[in-house]
């Protein structure tokens, strides 16, 4: 037998000693002044109750009633079995993309929010893994470090919005190095570690820098998944203030011209390839693909552990309080008629 919480034991003895002690010093005081007022014979034949002992009774019901709920709230477990359970934890860095090309409307509703949508979904199919948040446009800015406590990130993810962005632009390169960082203060094996970055892929980086950062991640046997946001064909970007609401019209050049975007699959995909990854684009398959990924690291490196599994017991205990309860709101009524 063992306690899962073991303080609740002697606290619930103080509680049975302390009820049984005022029980008893509110009986002798009691007991001073039935005496007073005739023997206890007398007054029994009076009332038809022994006045003397159903109090003290009911008192020890209750002392003993506190007693047992203090060993039921200290978890009371018996009857072990061996069990064998699989230990698996990856360590997942999503990287959203917040550039003002995400504002452009090729996907429903538009590519940033179809890419929130992609990371709800990414979050819920990773339950109890490691996950981390960064977010980039011309700079990488890290928003949640590796938890597991993903409520936590699904209200970084809430917040996140282009509108944050402190330097304009996209630069891919610095948001894989922000994400390599985090997962390199992990310790953990190489291989259960992954970047999935959501993205159009447009870049002001320079090829040979997303190549670098790519070829980091590589070197600590991390992986990048990349998932493209938005279509070919090249899409005008609508207008945004710094708080997010759109003002009309559209992004232009300098010399007027409307500006066109474009999903780039390329430099994401040759990122990928060299970390073992792959690109894949943001349709009905496209997550499904990362998530098989990601089980297959998770499946690669997982470890079989076994452990005792103990059976809680404290019902017993709050049924044998209750009883003992339900004793003394019985002696309780009969002593009123």
Request: negative net charge; hydrophobic residues 45%; charged residues 25%.
């Amino acid at each position: 037998m063992r306690f899962e919480h073991p303080l609740w034991v002697w606290l619930g003895i103080l509680a049975a000693a302390a009820g049984v002690a005022l029980v008893y010093l509110w009986h002798r005081r009691r007991r001073g002044a039935l005496d007073a007022l005739g023997s206890s014979g007398m007054l029994e034949r009076l009332t038809g109750v022994d006045l003397t002992g159903t109090p003290h009774r009911r008192g020890a019901l209750v002392a003993a009633a506190l007693g047992l709920m203090g060993f039921a709230l200290a978890g009371p477990q018996w009857g072990a079995e061996e069990v064998e359970e699989q230990t698996v934890a990856l360590s997942v860095v999503l990287v959203l993309d917040i550039s003002e090309s995400m504002w452009a409307e090729d996907v429903t509703p538009n590519r940033f929010e179809r890419q929130l949508l992609e990371a709800r979904r990414l979050v819920n199919e990773l339950a109890g893994h490691r996950l981390g948040l960064v977010v980039f446009a011309g700079s990488a800015y890290p928003l949640s470090p590796l938890t597991v406590d993903h409520s936590a990130l699904r209200l970084y993810l809430d917040a996140a919005d282009p509108s944050m962005a402190g330097t304009p632009g996209s630069s891919p390169a610095s948001a894989i190095g922000a994400a390599v960082e985090l997962l390199g203060d992990e310790p953990t094996e190489d291989g259960d570690r992954a970047i999935v970055m959501l993205s159009d892929g447009e870049s002001h980086d320079e090829d040979d820098q997303v190549q670098s950062a790519a070829r980091a991640a590589a070197a600590q046997g991390i992986r990048i998944f990349a998932v493209g946001i938005g279509s070919d064909r090249g899409e005008p970007i609508p207008r945004y203030d710094r708080v997010g609401e759109r003002i009309g019209g559209f992004k232009r050049d300098s010399t007027g011209e409307v500006v066109l975007s474009r999903m780039e699959a390329e430099p994401l995909a040759d990122a990928a390839d060299r970390t073992g990854g792959f690109w894949t684009r943001a349709d009905a398959a496209g997550v499904s693909r990362v998530l098989a990924g990601l089980a297959e690291l998770e499946a690669g490196h997982g470890q079989v552990t076994r452990g005792v599994r103990w059976t809680p017991r404290f019902q017993w205990f709050v049924a044998a309080a209750l009883m003992l309860l339900a004793t003394d709101w019985a002696w309780a009524r009969r002593a009123q008629r």
